[in-house]
Structures are given as structure tokens and as C-alpha cells.
Nanobody, 119 residues
């Protein structure tokens, strides 16, 4: 199983940028597609982006397409999410997890990282 530590969140004004990082443990990290999810207050956790195990294929939720970019470094066991042109509606706790399609592979989650976008 892959265990993760999410980081990089913060407070930013609308239009700004943040880069999130996910440090994963486990020798099988590079075998799994990885993804980012987010959960806003009072809402269910939702899919944001995913990347294939080699990093050659990516997929995004419509709400972030063109603004967010997911990447990975299998040598360092990390997955990143570059977020540009942030909007107040991007405010949420962001989590990474191994994925199967647009769903999390594991029921367990890291601590997440808070992203707050002010208008």
C-alpha cells in the first residue's frame, strides 16, 4: 500500500498560484496511477486530476482543466499539482491517493493540505 504526506497548501489571492506536493512511501509507488482530490467545507470529496504510472497520461476534472497541472517524479516518489489562476471555489483541503480511474484506490488518506483562495 502507498502511504502519502500532502504539503504545499496556503492562503493565496484569486488569480494566484500554489504548488502542492505529495510524498509517497512504498516500493510500489511507481506502479500506480496517482491522483489529487479535494474536499470543500460541507461538500463531498471530489476528483481533481490523475496521472498514469509512467506520467505519460493525465486527466483533469472540467473545473480545473487548463489551470492545474499534475506531474510525478518516480525517482523521488513524489506527485505534484501546480495550480494557477486560482479561484475562491478552489478553496478546499487537497489530498493525493493512488487511483483507479477517477476513484481513490485506498480508503485511507493522508492529512491533506489546506488551500484557501481569497476573493
Amino acid at each position: 500500500q502507498v502511504q502519502v504526506v500532502d504539503s504545499g497548501g496556503g492562503l493565496v489571492q484569486a488569480g494566484g498560484s500554489l504548488r502542492l506536493s505529495c510524498a509517497a512511501s512504498g516500493r510500489t509507488f511507481s506502479s500506480y496511477a496517482m491522483g489529487w482530490f479535494r474536499q470543500a467545507p460541507g461538500k463531498e470529496r471530489e476528483f481533481v486530476a490523475r496521472i498514469s504510472w509512467r506520467g505519460g497520461s493525465t486527466y483533469y476534472a472540467d473545473s480545473v482543466k487548463g489551470r492545474f497541472t499534475i506531474s510525478r517524479d518516480n525517482a523521488k516518489n513524489t506527485v505534484s499539482l501546480q495550480m494557477n489562476s486560482l479561484k475562491p471555489e478552489d478553496t478546499a483541503v487537497y489530498y493525493c491517493n493512488a487511483v483507479i480511474g477517477e476513484r481513490p484506490r485506498y480508503d485511507s488518506w493522508g492529512q491533506g493540505t489546506q488551500v484557501t483562495v481569497s476573493s
